[in-house]
């Protein structure tokens, strides 16, 4: 086997999955799993089709074509609002867009013509975490500009928090969105079939009776591929934790002195990694790096193990106080979080191992 290597447990996600379908199923939430953090591994993408979930979304229209090429037929919504330059992919292999711009709106209802189909659109509003959407007080217009083009369909609205600015959705701004919803519905004139919360930290929200009524859509990656909820900082109870485990390789063991030594460049502060002078650590040097993991998102299962740092190439760490058990040749186990998963799965340099 070739290392680093990354432990997939596809069973558990599967696990994840259908619990979680299950779960929404209850209250009449329609889940659309994210796979954004699959990187195209149509392996991995087989939970999901085993679990019978018929809705799935992805950034990248490359991975749903992959999806799509290997029998998915469910729904597949294109979660990153469009490029003008991927228009005609988009119409072709999705059935759901989320949008924000009249420009692509108008582009993808043009192509949708052409192609003789239809298109749904979910207008994606910002409700304070300043990533995509448009303003609640430009809504209408877009919303009844949409009504009037050909082949396209405004199904409804949604919102997305806690990736940019890190606001957590809560009551508060998820009553704002039913209320932006009512008023653009008295606007149309007509109701609206969906309304699209995301993600995984919006699950939560679902213990609240008025709001997981309103609620018809519920957009989640990170409960299902590793049961954790990272903005609220909790595990998800009921759901296996952590089904990705990296591994790496020892390529040098040596006690070093914890201070670097000469002139630090950036006007003396070096690149941020100086820590208090610990004296002669143990130190290890394992082969993995920028290219394919955050080191930041990495957990050692071994006790006494401390990720100091990372290169493009190298990924540094304290093994003083477990320094007895390790040699050169040796490999690390990490679990890791969400954007650790997604860098190494993205890696061609790391090495899937499936566990079905
Ligand atoms: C990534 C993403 C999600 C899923 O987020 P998780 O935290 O992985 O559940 C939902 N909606 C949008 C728009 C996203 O970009």
Redesign the pocket.
Known sequence: MNYPQLDIYVNKIEENAAKLKEKLEAKNIKLTA?V??LAGDTNVFKAYQQAGVGSI?D?RIENIIKFREVGYQGEALM??IPMASEVEEIVRYTDVS?VTELKIAELISKEAQRVDKKIDLIVMVDIGDRREGILAADLADLALKIEEMPNVIMKGIGT?L??FAGIIPDENNTKKLINIKKELETKLGRSLEILSA????ALRLLENDYLAAEISNL?????VLLGTD?INESLIEGFNHYNFHLKAEIIELKEKPSNPEGEMAFGGQGRGQIIADKGLRQRAILAVGKQDIDYHGLYPELEGVEVLGCSSDHLITDVTEAAGKLEVGDILNFKIN?SAMLRAMTSQYVTKNYIE
């Open positions: 994210v954004k953090g979304a950034s979660l990153r989320l997305n806690g990736c995301g993600n995984t930290a957009r989640v990656g990170e409960a990272i969400y």
